[in-house]
């Protein structure tokens, strides 16, 4: 069956250090694969997208990484701050398929303490 | 400021009414979706539109439905018939409706938050 999984429902971590959030699909061929941020009782606000046919990108402190092998994308934000916690959303498109068919995680929810 | 806009934010209904969720907006986008959350569940779809006059069933149409009369507005009806109808409504835009001929990024509202009393 298809699947399209965020490992960990909640992320603690340390002001300054480096938050890792993981996107694992299963029996899906994405064309391209992007990341949001949701803040609570807000929509979600789009951050990142990477093509299957790129390794990563960077915007600011942010980076992704696609891997079509391990069918897993990356996360990172680096010298997280309190701002930084939210809810993260991953979601992908199939090849072919239309915009209605765009596949979303159930996020991570990400608390970066002092 | 281009966005979207939902409203109300808050909504409370008594089972058996119908309710409709307002969505506009002023970013001159084709496309437009609902989508429903629930707690612990991924953003899942009800219905898209990506051309006035038209839109498609998403993932979970049943005891909902909307009207594209405009290319601003896109109103989502809740209808007596869905059972469960608590949950956070979020409509988001796309510049275009397209299958598979580029990345659309959505632009989201800031959701309506839907009660059954």
């Known amino acids: 069956s298809q699947k399209i999984e965020q490992n960990s429902e909640a992320l603690n971590i340390q002001e300054g250090k480096t938050a890792t959030l993981t996107c694992n699909y299963t029996n899906y061929s994405p064309a391209y694969l992007q990341w949001y941020r949701q803040d609570p009782g807000r929509g979600p606000v789009f951050l990142l997208l990477i093509r299957e046919n790129e390794k990563e990108k960077r915007k600011e402190r942010l980076k992704v990484t696609f891997d079509t092998t391990l069918k897993q994308s990356l996360f990172h934000i680096t010298a997280s701050q309190p701002a930084d916690s939210a809810t993260y959303l991953c979601?992908?498109?199939?090849?072919?398929?239309?915009?209605?068919?765009?596949?979303f995680g159930k996020g991570t929810k990400l608390s970066v303490k002092p | 400021d281009g966005g979207i806009t939902q409203s109300p934010k808050y909504l409370f209904r008594k089972e058996g009414q119908n309710v409709t969720l307002s969505c506009e907006q002023n970013l001159n986008h084709d496309a437009m979706y609902w989508y429903r959350q629930d707690p612990g569940q991924g953003l899942r779809l009800i219905y898209y539109s990506q051309i006035v006059n038209d839109f498609q069933k998403g993932d979970i149409a049943e005891g909902y439905s909307v009207s594209r009369e405009k290319k601003e507005s896109f109103p989502l009806t809740v209808t007596s018939a869905q059972k469960n109808p608590t949950a956070f409504y979020l409509c988001?835009?796309?510049?275009?409706?397209?299958?598979?001929?580029?990345?659309?990024?959505?632009?989201f509202g800031a959701g309506s938050r839907l009660t059954v009393l």
């Open positions: 988001a835009s796309t510049p275009r409706g397209d299958r598979g001929s580029g990345a659309n990024v959505l632009t």
């Open positions: 979601a992908l498109m199939n090849y072919g398929g239309s915009q209605g068919n765009l596949i």
